[in-house]
């Protein structure tokens, strides 16, 4: 045999080779996944994420919710870490389903309609494991890339611009003709189509083409693996994914032009990291072929972005199906919600998620609430443990509670506020602009839950009292549960007439403080904030000084010099 059957030859061979390991990778990874899908169901993530990252993934979230009748601002987010919360119930598995879980977050719904759908749907994964593993399977073509997000690459297309193309073509062309060249000459066209690729590798990298236009070839690649995963989810047939299938199968024909230009650049990299993707960047790389094809596809997917993002949201709308019946399964004690007309909150044994060993509570309310206790005893975190529960309610149609019964309501909180030092504010100004909105949504039509933690600490005592007894007192609405914590107890005087007072409490054992972190009716009796002076080691005249001083002033009224 000569010399150039024998280089043919070995050339065959390593491309049966190369094609074997990918056979096998593509069995082993399936294997690994299905693994590991099976032991991380209803188990807490352990991802961490980055300030970019979140970033990132919150962008579509953030463009869907301003379409939608009511969405969590960015203040009542910040109040209930729902960053944190978030992380903790990110049970997804594809790019799609976490920006998707992100929107739902933001999102509560009004419509119990919709809710009760979602219900279904999870609880059918939740009995069909081998349905739910294998569509699992299937999402996580679309893979979560850190980099960056679907939601961010829609958005950059809206104002791409094309490329030149023509010296791209030139490159193409010259690697094509030393492949050709190795059927006549193997040796001679083998070294010059070595030489071709490194020049054309070389300029793919370097050139200014593949970075302005790097952002839109990642969404190309992501939109292309969304439609194909969409199609293997629509061969399912599964009668539960009905109208998904149907959604689904209508953007995937209106972007049947791209998908036929292009599909071939990205379709086989359906996983990122694995075998295939190797390849396909080697072949994007030598002969740049998703830059030739950049504007035809730029224009499709400009032209039928709305397509793009109805498959990020069945999709999305899937993953995060099984994500909620994960989370169910991760929660100590959960119970549907139930939704009533009638303005009343019943819930028993609520707890917030995110604490390890939290203590549950249990209250029955028509109207507003009034929370005193000292520092430390539990206010805020049942604050945030019922409004918590509300959004989860809204959203995933689960609640961290023995049973939780309320109507749909719009949900809004001013708890955890700071100073704006770039804006020059302070934070009594953040105050009266945070409790502000909350009184003009109480103006609106339909139910609210508004949490409110001391309201305006940030001024003195006596306009303090006075001016947050009236905007309590404002917000003393039929429509309206608000749900507000203070240290003042003259305003569970003030208010007594239009809000419930509950507390909580501690006990002082010499120089040993617990608390039961148990909600209680009435008023805050105990005083022992001076006395928290001497558990923490002060100076015992310091002590003795204080509790002289605030005897006196409850006795005469008047702060004793």
Known sequence: ??????????????????????LHSNYKNRKLFLYQAEQNWGKTPDVSYTADQMERISVYGRQACCREEFYIDEITWKDLDMDRVFQQMNHTVSAPGEEYLMYLLRTPRLEEKVLKKRDRLSQWFAEQKEQRCSLQMTLSGVSKDRRYSIGEELQFLKKASPISVHKHQLLCASAVICLLVMLFQPVCGFFLFLAAACVNVADYYGGRDRKASALCLGCFKSVLQMMDTAGKVEKCQWEELGEYCQSMG?????????????????????????LEAVFADWLRMIFHLDLIWYNKMLREIQEHEEDARVLLECLGGLDCAIAAASIREMLPVWCRPVFRREMRIQAENLYHPLLRNPVPGSFQ???????????????????KSAALNAILAQTIFTCPAVSYQAPLCRIITSMALSDNLERGE??????????????????????????????????????????????????????????????DIELTYLLEDCYKNYHFDEEISGRDISFSYELKKGRAVSKNAIRLLSVMGYEEKIVTAAQETAREYERTGVWKK
């Open 426 to 487: 302070s934070y009594f100004m953040a105050e009266i602009k945070s409790l502000k909105r909350i009184l003009e949504a109480a103006g609106k039509e339909g139910a609210l839950l508004c949490m409110v933690d001391e309201v305006l600490r940030g001024t003195n005592t006596v306009e303090r009292i006075a001016a947050s007894s009236e905007i309590l007192k404002s917000l003393c609405q039929k429509q309206v549960f608000c749900f507000a914590a203070t240290h």
């Open 365 to 383: 309310l028509e109207g507003s609430m009034l929370l005193t206790g000292s520092n430390a005893s539990g206010k805020s975190t049942f604050l």
């Open 1 to 22: 045999m000569s010399g150039d059957g024998v280089l043919l030859l070995l050339i065959l061979g390593m491309f049966l080779l190369y094609a074997g390991m990918i």
């Open 250 to 274: 209508l953007a995937r024909r209106n972007l049947k032009r791209f998908h036929r230009s292009s599909h071939w650049l990205f379709g086989i990299c359906s996983a990122s990291g694995s």
